[in-house]
């Protein structure tokens, strides 16, 4: 039970980079919690922090309600997977995987059978004698994962440990850690930038934006219940359509939407007092939730078509704004043709002037 | 064109491009080589051109001349103890160049500017500062009440000639060293120490299961380039100890029979066997090495 807790924790980098401005978090114990973010929103910073390879510059970290804040790394019963995997370079794989056993002054026994247990785990079994520069990606992968193993720890850090590898190997791997993380019985902390690992991994995605938590849930309810602008944005491939658009009218809290490129309103539920009639608005649509079908509420006006086989996608602008269609398989379309779009109800969002996501998702 | 035809139009314009060197090469190092070698096995003289084969006379010469072998004592005692001081300092200077302070792109080149002065400039140096009436080295000790009166430091004692000596190549040549093992340390990844870190090693097991096997590569290569210079030392001995025969090294032997008795043939005996002593020793180590470098990791560090 080692839930992993941020009490107002800053992170400065030399008395002037702020990293982290203050951050309160709580990663659940034994489940798998993915931080996503661009780069240089202070994802692997926090992954350190717990590891403690960075120094926390204000506030506390507790690790199953142990203050670790000021703890050495080999103290806070984690283990960590990096990005280059950092394996040892001069010691054969059962000696990488040993390492942490033998300062801890393990006997020799138990940590020849602690490695073999995790080799076979891992599938590691026939590399043992050899050294990393022998080995695979895939295979320094699952060696810098079985390192980490060895070690039972409370916390199990993960920093984009897939983003070397090529993208078949990566959808493998991923499975792979997929399964470890039903059969092991700890708290992991994974950092991704790849929005498919934080989809299919997590059992919570926290997505960071400079510093700050812009959002944190379950997958789905992030996927479907973007706060904000840049979480909607950021989660989904394509991403989600922002089309610019003005409130023509409202009532209560109903909404209707139009503008340059709509072939009529759309209607939508807002939170009470969120926009006033003539207010400028972002309609969020992601390329899933339109179809083209006539007596549509937006004229698209199509620019270029990918065929992928099972779906396509289809690229062009409603209005001023550009806007992209994920559709099943479709008749190639010219260049210019205009196209009426349905808008699926229930899958709209609608952001203010301040980029929040205003929509009632209550109603869904 | 058919695709023998083109390969050895290929080669031939290799050989073009190769051939400058190759002819600089000759002349500056294979044609006085094999020249040295030549006169070796024969009588010549500095003053007589007539020149007469007189087969391994030279030879039996130089290997029965105790001052030959005074000298290959004075040149084994050099190279081990200076190259020895010299790899401990390097390591160190370079363990701590590694670590992030302030001021440390200044201290790095400070470091360095020992090495960049020419050998002839800081061996007359050092011997005034050594000098038994006005050195400075002496009034320091004196003052600091380590000596009572002042060291003759390159007149009658050999080994505190020797430790003069050292003490200046050690000073000159420990940047060359830390240069050299400095960016062995760089080479490796700071990943790898933050995992270490994570395993729960400390400094020192960190030190010697990580640092040192990984840059033991860097290690050897230095180790053996500071052997072959310190080997045929010539410079430094001959200037500060005024070619006293205390301090000889093989290189001072070699060149005083060759040029100051004049004995060409004798002295090229001498070269001949310096050149050999170092090329057997480079062979042992460098095989030595390699075989303990299967351990090691002896290309870039891949991870």
Not at chain 1, 132 to 141: D, E, I, M, V, Y
Not at chain 2, 51 to 56: F, P, R
Not at chain 2, 219 to 234: G, P, Q, T
Not at chain 2, 261 to 267: A, E, I, P, S, V
Request: hydrophobic content about 45%.
């Amino acid at each position: 039970m080692s839930e992993v807790v941020f009490e107002n924790v800053t992170k400065i980098y030399s008395g002037k980079t702020t990293i982290i401005p203050k951050i309160n978090l709580r990663l659940p114990a034994n489940e798998l919690t993915v931080f996503v973010g661009p780069s240089g929103c202070g994802k692997s910073t926090l992954l350190k922090l717990i590891a403690g390879l960075e120094e926390t510059t204000d506030g506390k970290i507790t690790i199953g309600g142990r203050d670790v804040t000021y703890a050495p790394p080999a103290k806070r019963g984690i283990a960590m997977v990096f990005q280059s995997y950092a394996l040892y370079p001069h010691m054969t794989v059962f000696e990488n995987m040993a390492f942490a056993l033998q300062i801890a002054k393990s006997s020799k026994e138990e940590i020849r059978n602690r490695v073999s247990e995790v080799a076979r785990i891992l599938q590691l079994g026939p590399l043992l004698d050899r050294k990393p520069r022998q080995l695979s990606g895939g295979q320094r992968q699952r060696v810098a994962i079985g390192r980490a193993l060895v070690r039972n720890p409370d916390v199990f850090l993960l920093d984009e440990p897939l983003s070397n590898l090529d993208a078949a190997l990566r959808v493998d791997m991923r499975i792979e850690i997929a399964k470890i993380r039903q059969s092991l019985n700890a708290t992991m902390v994974y950092v991704t930038h790849d929005q498919v690992e934080a989809m299919t991994l997590a059992d919570n995605i926290v997505v960071l934006r400079a510093g700050v938590v812009e959002q944190m849930g379950p997958p789905l309810e992030i996927y479907h219940k973007p706060v904000n602008k840049f979480v909607a944005g950021f989660l989904g491939s394509p991403s989600m359509n922002f089309i610019e658009a003005k409130i023509e009218s409202v009532q209560g809290d109903i909404v209707q939407i139009g503008g340059e490129g709509f072939a009529k309103t759309l209607a939508a539920k807002v939170k009470p007092g969120a926009f006033k009639s003539g207010d400028r608005a972002l309609l969020g649509i992601r390329p899933e939730h339109l179809s083209i079908e006539s007596d549509g509420e937006l004229q698209f006006v199509t620019s270029l078509q990918e065929q992928l086989g099972d779906h396509a996608l289809i690229y062009g602008s409603v209005g001023a704004s550009k806007c992209t269609i994920k559709t099943s398989p479709t008749r190639a379309f010219k260049a210019g043709e205009s196209l009426s779009l349905k808008v699926q109800a229930d899958e709209v969002h609608v952001f203010d002037a301040s980029e929040k996501n205003v929509v009632v998702f209550e109603a869904r | 064109m058919t695709k023998d035809h083109a390969l050895t139009e290929r080669h031939r314009t290799a050989y073009l491009f190769l051939l400058p060197s190759l002819i600089l090469l000759t002349l500056v190092a294979a044609w006085p080589l094999l020249r040295t070698i030549w006169l070796a096995f024969t009588d010549a003289t500095l003053s007589n051109p007539d020149i007469n084969w007189v087969g391994l006379e030279n030879f039996k010469g130089v290997l029965s001349d105790p001052d030959w072998w005074h000298s290959v004592r004075n040149t084994l005692t050099f190279t081990f103890i200076s190259v020895g001081l010299e790899t401990l300092l390097g390591l160190g200077i370079a363990l701590l160049l590694h670590r992030e302070f302030f001021g440390r792109g200044i201290l790095r080149a400070a470091v360095m500017v020992p090495w960049a002065i020419p050998t002839v400039v800081s061996a007359k140096m050092w011997s005034w500062m050594f000098n038994d009436n006005y050195g400075v080295i002496n009034n320091i000790l004196q003052k600091l009440g380590v000596i009572d009166g002042p060291l003759a430091w390159m007149a009658d004692n050999p080994a505190l000639s020797m430790a003069a000596v050292v003490i200046v190549d050690v000073w000159k040549t420990t940047p060359f060293m830390t240069l050299l093992i400095l960016a062995g340390i760089q080479s490796i990844p700071l990943q790898v120490y933050q995992s270490a870190a994570v395993d729960g090693a400390s400094g020192f097991r960190t030190f010697w299961k990580i640092t040192l096997p990984l840059i033991k590569p860097a290690l050897v290569v230095a180790v053996v380039f500071r052997c072959l210079d310190a080997l045929r030392i010539f410079d430094l001995i001959f200037i500060m100890t005024n070619n006293s025969n205390d301090t000889a090294t093989m290189s001072v032997y070699a060149r005083n029979n060759m040029i100051a008795f004049g004995d060409l043939g004798y002295g090229s005996a001498a070269s001949t066997l310096v050149f050999a002593f170092i090329a057997i020793f480079t062979v042992i180590y460098v095989q030595f090495s390699r075989l303990n470098l299967v351990g090691g990791s002896s290309e870039k560090v891949s991870l």
